[in-house]
């Protein structure tokens, strides 16, 4: 049973940094595709509601969304099975919970329990 759980939110000024982690158990053999997405207050807790942040492709490109680039910085430590989000420059509308999904052999769909951000003074 895969699971994923992630940690490392909390309440920021803006300007301010943080790192998200979503550390995966469980069999992840195979191609794995790894994203962050978020989901703002006040929006219904559904995945298809929740705003894609960034990816991590198999061959280890990356690709963020417009109102992310060049803040964020999505990462990975295979030895630790965990994937980071390395968060800069802060700002209020950051403020969401934060999942991360994994999307294995282009078939298999998980998503963690999601890490709430905070962003403000």
């Known amino acids: 049973q895969v699971q994923l759980v992630e940690s490392g939110g909390g309440l920021v000024q803006p300007g301010g940094s943080l790192r998200l982690s979503c550390v995966v158990s469980?069999?992840?053999?195979?191609?794995?595709?790894w994203s962050w997405y978020r989901q703002a207050p006040g929006i219904p807790r559904e995945w298809a509601a929740r705003?894609?942040?960034?990816?991590?492709?198999?061959?280890?490109?990356?690709n963020y969304a417009s109102a992310t680039k060049g803040r964020f910085t999505i990462s990975r430590d295979n030895a630790e099975n965990t994937v980071y989000l390395q968060m800069n420059s802060l700002e209020p509308e950051d403020t969401a919970v934060y999942f991360c999904?994994?999307?294995?052999?282009?078939?298999?769909?998980?998503w963690g329990q999601g890490t709430q951000v905070t962003v403000s003074s």
């Open positions: 999904k994994l999307v294995r052999s282009g078939v298999n769909v998980y």
């Open positions: 469980g069999s992840i053999s195979g191609i794995n595709e």
């Open positions: 705003e894609w942040v960034a990816s991590l492709s198999p061959n280890g490109n990356t």
